[in-house]
């Protein structure tokens, strides 16, 4: 693992980290993990083997045994739990509330760790989730903490939900993104918190090419990458 260069990119729920890590792949042609996209799986799946997102033991089996695949397409990433593509139903409300309610249970987190780390494969990986550079990935050589506020977040939000067809209020994505940032920030397994080497970006008011330029300039100074000659 160590002789694979890996970008971390932790952060809170809307702050661009999934946006900004397929930007990057895409760029530098490395293997990209969403980690928050295992955890939304494992909670759908939960959902369909009607078994209780508190039941930690009989979480922590589905952990262990999903049959999942991550599949790159125009639209971006889709999703196939056991032979079905699932993208949509994950990328719900519902599947979020899923992986916020199984991701605080650490035996689940232990049982997504190694799965999580036999992802960094050459040329490089780039992992997008919450503890990413403080858990999963201790050594990378750069980590990134995308954060925004949560008002931005919530019309981002907003904005990606009213193109699938969802309507929902602002104040009540207000209300859910603060409510999962209180969960993230206090949760005892793996709370959501920057590495104390990683490098702090405020997306608020940046666009994601401005944030992925960023990020490109500082895998180029750490030498992972080689300097762009513009």
């Given at each position: 693992?160590?002789?694979?260069?890996v970008?971390?990119?932790?952060?809170?729920?809307?702050?661009?980290?999934?946006?900004?890590?397929?930007r990057?792949?895409?760029?530098?042609?490395?293997?990209?993990?969403?980690?928050?996209?295992?955890?939304r799986?494992?909670?759908?799946?939960?959902?369909?083997?009607?078994?209780?997102?508190q039941?930690?033991?009989?979480?922590?089996?589905v952990?262990?045994?999903?049959?999942?695949?991550?599949?790159?397409?125009?639209?971006?990433?889709?999703?196939?739990?056991?032979?079905e593509?699932?993208?949509a139903?994950?990328?719900?409300?519902?599947?979020s509330?899923?992986?916020?309610?199984?991701?605080?249970?650490?035996?689940?987190?232990?049982?997504?760790?190694?799965?999580?780390?036999?992802?960094?494969?050459?040329?490089?990986?780039?992992?997008?989730?919450?503890?990413?550079?403080?858990?999963?990935?201790?050594?990378?050589?750069?980590?990134?903490?995308?954060?925004?506020?949560?008002?931005?977040?919530?019309?981002?939000?907003q904005?990606?939900?009213?193109?699938k067809?969802?309507?929902v209020?602002?104040?009540?994505?207000?209300?859910?993104?603060?409510?999962?940032?209180e969960?993230d920030?206090?949760?005892?397994?793996?709370?959501?918190?920057?590495?104390?080497?990683?490098?702090?970006?405020?997306?608020?008011?940046?666009t994601v090419?401005?944030?992925?330029?960023?990020v490109?300039?500082?895998?180029?100074?750490?030498?992972?990458i080689?300097?762009?000659?513009?």
């Amino acid at each position: 693992m160590s002789k694979v260069p890996v970008i971390c990119v932790d952060g809170p729920s809307g702050a661009g980290k999934g946006t900004l890590s397929q930007r990057l792949a895409e760029t530098l042609g490395w293997h990209l993990l969403d980690s928050g996209a295992l955890y939304r799986i494992v909670g759908h799946a939960c959902v369909l083997r009607d078994i209780s997102w508190q039941d930690e033991s009989r979480v922590v089996e589905v952990a262990e045994t999903l049959d999942v695949r991550f599949v790159p397409s125009p639209a971006g990433v889709s999703v196939w739990l056991e032979g079905e593509d699932v993208t949509a139903q994950i990328r719900s409300q519902d599947g979020s509330r899923g992986a916020s309610a199984v991701a605080v249970l650490a035996k689940v987190r232990v049982a997504l760790l190694d799965r999580q780390r036999s992802m960094a494969t050459l040329p490089g990986l780039v992992a997008d989730g919450r503890d990413m550079g403080t858990v999963v990935f201790p050594n990378a050589v750069l980590k990134i903490f995308l954060t925004a506020s949560a008002e931005a977040r919530a019309r981002r939000r907003q904005a990606q939900l009213l193109e699938k067809g969802e309507s929902v209020s602002l104040p009540r994505l207000l209300d859910s993104i603060n409510e999962r940032d209180e969960r993230d920030t206090n949760r005892s397994a793996s709370p959501l918190v920057a590495a104390k080497d990683a490098v702090l970006i405020d997306s608020s008011t940046l666009t994601v090419d401005a944030v992925c330029d960023r990020v490109l300039e500082l895998a180029a100074d750490k030498g992972l990458i080689a300097r762009s000659p513009n």
